[in-house]
């Protein structure tokens, strides 16, 4: 067909054949303002965005590929919102919903421009891997290891894995340097870079370090710049949390924003927001300690007040104790005292009626028994004068007897009489004075 | 005893020193051993100032050369 120079066809110009190509695309609503899922490499910014959207499969082979791009205007406010949304920067390895529309440049081919981004979609897929990770963690058993360490009560010797020169290791230095409590703090840089492909092999490096000299040091710092530019994504990282989570000595992260959490928040011992809020929380333990000491200062202190006083109040309460004990010894006799005091007369008058009232009886018996006996007596007197009565000698007489006296004597039986003696006898009425002429038996 | 006092560690001199307190603490804390207690107190919030507030050349100079 070529053979011909006749039927040879003029052909059209490579820029026409674009040409038509561009209008072919431009034209095809199918190619134009689609919402497509893919990951972002090799990104650079230069005023614009360029960078390769690129799907893979299950295996992680790149199955498509196409360039892409943000024009300047665009790409400063879909960055700021997309920053906004996902507390992260656009960049590398991100998984991105992104609203495209095919453009085929005369020179420089296809390529596909950027017109929107959902950043939902990126922040759900970052959640994700983050709780993938995670997980992947807690099942191995290690993601609370690092946690669970026990602290130096005051943490002095630090590591600390930074750029150097970045801001925030400068502020974390000062802040540390010029504290108020003249703590004294102990420092080592183990520089790294913080942010891109190269963070965490450098990060890693850094602690692999620290690792071989992990007597020095009680605590990790892990900071960075404080810089605008986050690119938090690349610590979002299963190797780099393992290694934390694992460290035999505690971490402190200081690597998020505001509102940024990265997988190494979830496994460091203490989590900050910035390498000032690191060195604050180093200098607040340093400070705790020293207030400790005050106080034990003050307890040592008192404890010796206290002492001394209970010691002076034990001898005072003793000295107290001692007289009102004896006042209580000598009351209590005296109150003995009174009550025996009141008991006897009580008891004796107690006595006394008694033995009143028996005597009193013994009278009343006395006097019944001496009447008894009066009368008794009485009776007998009178009997006994009765008979005396009836006895007399005048009674006898009267009953016609005689009663015979010699010489003023009773004359009874005739042997007392003699011979001559006058005798008289006594008659009822008279006497007869006779002398006596014979005695005889 | 003294002489140990350089080495100790922080944690070791507070944990002598808190033990120290409790037994001042105790009511039954005899006043024969005030003295030597408040002594040894002493020393030991001396260390742990020390430990917290001065510099340790020696330290120092290993994690420069480090």
New interface residues.
Partial sequence: MANDPNSTPQGISLSEFNQRITNAIATSRDTQGQWVRGEIIDMRVNRHCYFELIEKDDAGNTVARLGAAIWGNTFMALAAQFAAVTGSQLGNGMKVLVKISANFHKAFGIKAIVEDIDPNFTLGDLARQRREIIERLTREGVIDMNRELPW???P??IAVISAEGAAGYGDFMNQLENNP????F???LFAATMQGQNTVPTVMAALDRINN?IE?FDCVVLIRGGGASSDLNSFDNYDLAATIAQFPIPVIVGIGHERDVTVLDYVAAMRVKTPTAAAEFLIGR?SD??V??DQ??N??VA??RD??A??REQLTYCTGVISPAARRVIDTARTRLDGLAQAVPTAASAHLTAASTRLDHQVELLRNGVAQLLRTQDQRLQMLTDKVALLSPRNILNRGYSLTMCNGHFITDSTQLHEGDVITNHFKNGSVRSTVETIKD | MEENNEKMT??QA?TE??G??KK??D?E?S?DN?SD??KR??TL?EV??T??????EE??G???N?
């Avoid at chain 1, 409590?181 to 004294?184: D, E, F, G, I, P």
């Avoid at chain 2, 430990?51 to 340790?56: E, G, I, P, Q, R």
């Fill in positions: 130096a009560l005051v002095q010797r409590y003249r703590l004294k102990y420092t080592h000299n020095l340093g300690a020293l400790a000491l034990m200062q307890a040592v404890s010796v002492s001394l209970r010691a | 922080y944690t507070v020193l808190e120290i307190v001042m603490q009511p804390c006043i005030l207690y408040t107190a002493k919030l742990c100032r430990k917290l507030t001065a510099t340790d330290l120092k290993i994690l420069d480090l």
